[in-house]
């Protein structure tokens, strides 16, 4: 399979895990949807949102091959958006979810994100793209009101003016890029991306390749720095290994990929 995954969580330093993760892939593995989902809204409701989301991704991805990942993308977060409300109702409270999906078909990737979780992606060992978090730390960052340095350690980064779940309709950020041998995405919580570096991301893969659970050897790193006081940790990495010489990109295969959803897109090098 050209696709290779390693994916890792960890309770942290809480009393219970509501993030949750899982990795999707059709019968024959032409097709994979990576999902991460940071519950909030406290205890047994936050893990219940993320749930949602998980289960609402099982089921779109059943139906089959999605015609246009982009809006299949879109239309997954707002249904979960549409089931952590009704699970709102029922259980009395304003739960809340974040999510970062990754959908892959052959050497072209898309994604998806709502909230702070994030997706990186790496060419030749060096970031090259993430998200860029739903929070209002990083909003002043784009308004020239904080320096980005800055934004990790404020306390204005747990501040999330956009979730799944909620009175407001969330506006899912779309990208999309075609993908050369050896390039890889991860997606991860913020309890995994506050405690640990690209770099060191990078540098371990070199140590301990997808096969021999370098997810795992990562998300222990964030755990032994968040002590007592750590968040969840999730951490889900994919890397393409076609097997093939490298060759130049397609222009046009790229346009074509990330033309439609240029009015989301926002990405940082």
């Not at 999902?35 to 779109?60: P, Q, S």
């Amino acid at each position: 399979m050209p696709w290779q995954f390693s994916m890792a969580s960890d309770i942290g330093g809480r009393s219970e895990q509501q993030d949750r993760i899982d990795t999707l892939s059709s019968e024959n593995g032409d097709i994979h949807l990576v999902i991460v989902a940071d519950g909030m809204g406290g205890h047994r409701n936050g893990a219940l949102a993320a749930e949602k989301v998980i289960e609402t991704a099982r089921e779109y991805f059943s139906a089959g091959p999605a015609p246009d990942p982009g809006t299949f993308l879109e239309e997954l977060c707002l249904e979960s958006h549409k089931a952590i409300n009704d699970l709102g109702e029922d259980e009395k409270r304003s739960p809340g979810s974040t999510c970062v999906l990754l959908y892959l078909s052959g050497p072209e990737a898309y994604w998806a994100h709502v909230g702070d979780s994030r997706m990186y992606h790496f060419r030749d060992g060096e970031l090259i793209n993430r998200t860029l978090d739903h929070s209002v730390a990083q909003l002043m960052v784009a308004q020239g009101k904080m320096d980005a340095e800055d934004a990790g350690s404020s306390a204005l980064q747990n501040q999330l003016y956009m979730r799944l779940g909620g009175n407001n309709t969330p506006v899912p950020e779309l990208g999309a890029s075609a993908v050369e041998d050896r390039e890889f995405f991860m997606l991860c919580s913020d309890g995994f991306w506050a405690r640990v570096t690209p770099k060191e991301v990078t540098d371990c893969l070199r140590r301990h390749p997808l096969e021999e659970d370098a997810a795992r050897q990562l998300v222990e790193l964030a755990r032994e720095r968040g002590g007592s006081d750590g968040d969840n940790i999730s951490l889900a990495i994919t890397r393409w290994e076609s097997g093939k010489p490298r060759h130049g990109r397609d222009l046009l295969a790229r346009l074509r990929l990330l033309f439609p959803w240029h009015r989301h897109r926002r990405s940082r090098t």
